[in-house]
């Protein structure tokens, strides 16, 4: 479609994509469906290429191939625990989840990340998304104390809440339209068009910290929500070579998890980040059995 129409994204090919494994897996919930799907003829299209279309659609397969063959995936489903458990707490399962992924990684690299959540502003006319940035002081606070070991579990339920709520608040300020990403995308890009600084870049755009904090497209750590569903799409990692994805799918009794690196970095690996993922959503889960306050814990029983 053109970029004047709302675009054919990922929300809908999810949608299309669950519909397939419910008819796959509930055929008999779908029978109307099913008898006009299979009186439906498929048409054959005959396309006639020139030279020139064959040699760019041979180039642009070896591309692919290229690209592609530097990316390593893995594909996995945590079913101890879903959002179900989070109900309680009045937790947000995407918030929770952050937590889990920024601890993983502060567990394998000694260091936190920068993060990229995706935040729809479809509640624009032709809203997209905006970044939210998921790498607080108090959600490094967490997992620090987490890996220390030395406070306890109601302490530690403590800064859980305190860090789901930062989230949650960055999260509501992006799907308002007041992050910033997008509002200095648009300086870069009006900049570059302007005297004095056609093909140049601000002094902003070039600073370490620009660039360290995840700015111009280098986030450590590159997430978003696939949806409460099975279905779980995934894009490359933002940063070259040494970055994550980590898409997710929210479910009542499970998580599903997309994890994407590049094989060329020595220092990433994507089954390794699960088994660190893994284990902070079991520590997570132990402080949310532990450490909440009495009251939370009557009303979980």
Request: proline letters at 3%.
């Amino acid at each position: 479609m053109s970029a004047d129409h709302s675009p054919l994204d990922g929300i809908c090919y999810g949608g299309l994509m669950e519909f397939c494994f419910r008819f796959a897996n509930e055929k008999n919930k779908f029978e109307d469906v099913q008898e006009t799907a299979y009186n439906l003829i498929p048409l054959l299209i005959d396309f006639e290429l020139d030279d020139g279309l064959k040699r760019g659609i041979q180039e642009a397969e070896e591309e692919h191939k290229k690209s592609t063959n530097d990316i390593a995936m893995s594909l996995k489903s945590f079913n101890t625990f879903g959002k179900r458990c989070l109900l309680q707490h009045r937790f947000h399962p995407e918030a929770f989840l952050q937590l889990a992924i920024q601890l993983a990684y502060i567990r394998l690299h000694n260091s936190p990340a920068s993060s990229y959540v995706t935040a729809s502003t479809r509640m624009f006319y032709h809203g997209r998304t905006e970044t939210c940035r998921a790498t607080t002081t108090e959600s490094v606070n967490l997992a620090n104390a987490i890996i220390e070991g030395a406070k306890s579990k109601s302490e530690l339920y403590q800064l859980m809440k305190q860090a789901i709520s930062k989230f949650q608040s960055l999260m509501n300020e992006a799907m308002l339209g007041q992050g910033c990403d997008r509002h200095l995308l648009g300086l870069q890009i009006l900049a570059s068009e302007l005297e004095p600084f056609k093909g140049k870049q601000l002094d902003i755009f070039n600073d370490k910290a620009f660039k360290k904090s995840g700015g111009g497209g280098s986030f450590l750590l590159s997430t978003s929500c696939a949806g409460y569903v099975q279905v779980c799409g995934y894009v490359p990692p933002m940063a070259w070579p040494e970055g994550y994805a980590c898409f997710y799918g929210i479910e009542n009794d499970n998580f599903t998890f997309t994890i994407l690196a590049y094989n060329c970095c020595e220092a990433t690996d994507c089954e390794r980040f699960y088994e660190a993922l893994e284990r902070s959503l079991l520590d997570l889960q132990a402080i949310l059995g532990e450490g909440a306050p009495v009251e939370v814990l009557e009303a979980v029983k």
